[in-house]
């Protein structure tokens, strides 16, 4: 039986790492069989410089990191005998925030946003592994928020994200101005405010594409 040790270094190997993972059960909406449920997303420092060197990326078609993503989650499924699953490409949609939230490794934010153990706000997922085995999953950590200062909460400039959730329109209004130039460049800045997202050593390259495909 291959255990989560296991298959984290064989993430780690593709540039992905275990975000969190749970034992399944009937209410998860996963796949006939699924006992355990683990969540893929990148592995820092390191990612932006690994992905841009796919061909996904180097090939200039559409989606580069969606494709990327089915290629190399797809292939780690195959080799484990389990199924990949995707946050992206519904509907129907999978359930991935609430997927995360029962990891007991991401959280709800003070802003609405999920927050991740070692991601903070920078947290994403790039798939999901649905295992046969049931693997001894992570233990429930506790979350960043309670001992934080939470300036996410008055991080962005205008007040487009903050404890009532998100105002899009008022993002992607502030996003066409010169001002918004930053956010464009370096990524959301309520997700640059936390503490946990600092730590975490995603490139801003990274970031603005993020950005660049939230704001077409
Ligand atoms: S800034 Fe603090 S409160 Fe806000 S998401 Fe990050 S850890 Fe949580
Ligand atoms: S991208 Fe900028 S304007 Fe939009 S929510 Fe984040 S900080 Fe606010």
């Given amino acids: ?21 749970f034992r399944a059960g009937p209410e998860d ?27 996904e990326w180097q090939d200039g078609a559409p989606d580069p ?23 992206f490409g519904g509907p129907p949609w999978h359930p991935f925030y609430s ?16 927050v991740q153990r070692d991601a903070g706000l920078m ?16 233990l429930p950590s506790p979350s960043p ?16 994200l903050g404890p009532d959730g998100y105002d899009v329109p008022k993002c992607h209004a502030y996003l066409d101005s010169p001002e918004g130039a930053e956010c464009m460049t370096q990524g959301c800045a309520v997700r640059r405010a936390c503490p946990v997202s600092i730590a975490y050593a995603r490139l801003p390259d990274h ?4 950005m660049r495909q939230f704001h077409k």
Avoid at 10 to 16: F, H, K, R, V
Avoid at 31 to 49: D, I, K, M, R, V
Avoid at 126 to 137: F, Q
Avoid at 207 to 210: L, R
């Fill in 1 to 21: 039986m291959t255990s989560l040790s296991q298959i984290s270094d064989l993430a780690a190997q593709q540039g992905l790492a275990v975000l969190g993972g």
């Fill in 29 to 55: 909406g996963l796949p006939q069989g699924c006992q355990t449920l683990l969540l893929l997303g990148p592995l820092e420092p390191g990612f932006w410089a690994r992905f841009t060197l796919s061909p």
């Fill in 65 to 87: 990191m969606d494709r990327w993503s089915r290629r190399v989650v797809g292939h780690l499924a195959c080799g484990l005998g389990a199924k990949a699953l995707f946050p």
């Fill in 99 to 114: 997927w995360a939230v029962k990891s007991g490794q991401v959280w709800e934010s003070p802003v609405r946003l999920l």
């Fill in 123 to 138: 947290v994403s997922f790039r798939g999901a592994l649905a295992l046969k085995e049931a693997l001894d999953v992570a």
């Fill in 145 to 160: 928020c309670e001992p934080c200062a939470r300036p996410c909460l008055t991080a962005c400039p205008v007040s487009a």
């Fill in 207 to 210: 970031s603005a594409y993020h």
